[in-house]
C-alpha cells in the first residue's frame, strides 16, 4: 500500500480479473490516501501534487501512526 502511495506516479492503473477486486483495491487505496492527506483543501494544491507527486512525508506519517490496525497478522 505504501509502495502505491508512495510512486503513484509510476502506475497507469490497478487492475485485476476479477472485477469487484479492482474496485475494493481502488476504494481501500482512496480511502487511505483521504484519510493520510486530508485533502487537497484547494485547487491550487490538487495541481502540485499532480505535478510533484503526493506527500510522502503525510503518507509516512499517517501508516506509522496507524501501523498496528495494517498488520493483518499481528
Given amino acids: 500500500l505504501l509502495e502505491v502511495a508512495?510512486?503513484?506516479r509510476d502506475y497507469l492503473s490497478i487492475g485485476h480479473s476479477d472485477?469487484?477486486?479492482?474496485?475494493?483495491?481502488h476504494?481501500?487505496?482512496?480511502a487511505f490516501l483521504h484519510r493520510a492527506?486530508?485533502?487537497p483543501k484547494t485547487s491550487r494544491?490538487?495541481?502540485i501534487w499532480y505535478?510533484?507527486?503526493?506527500?510522502?512525508d503525510r503518507i509516512d506519517?499517517?501508516?506509522?501512526?496507524?501501523?498496528?490496525?495494517?498488520?493483518l497478522f499481528s
Avoid at 472485477?19 to 483495491?25: M, R
Avoid at 506519517?61 to 498488520?71: G, K, L, M, P
Fill in 51 to 56: 505535478r510533484e507527486g503526493l506527500p510522502a
Fill in 61 to 71: 506519517a499517517y501508516a506509522e501512526r496507524w501501523r498496528d490496525r495494517f498488520d
Fill in 45 to 47: 494544491e490538487a495541481g
Fill in 6 to 8: 508512495r510512486n503513484a
Fill in 37 to 39: 492527506l486530508d485533502g
Fill in 19 to 25: 472485477p469487484l477486486v479492482t474496485v475494493a483495491v
Fill in 27 to 30: 476504494r481501500f487505496v482512496l
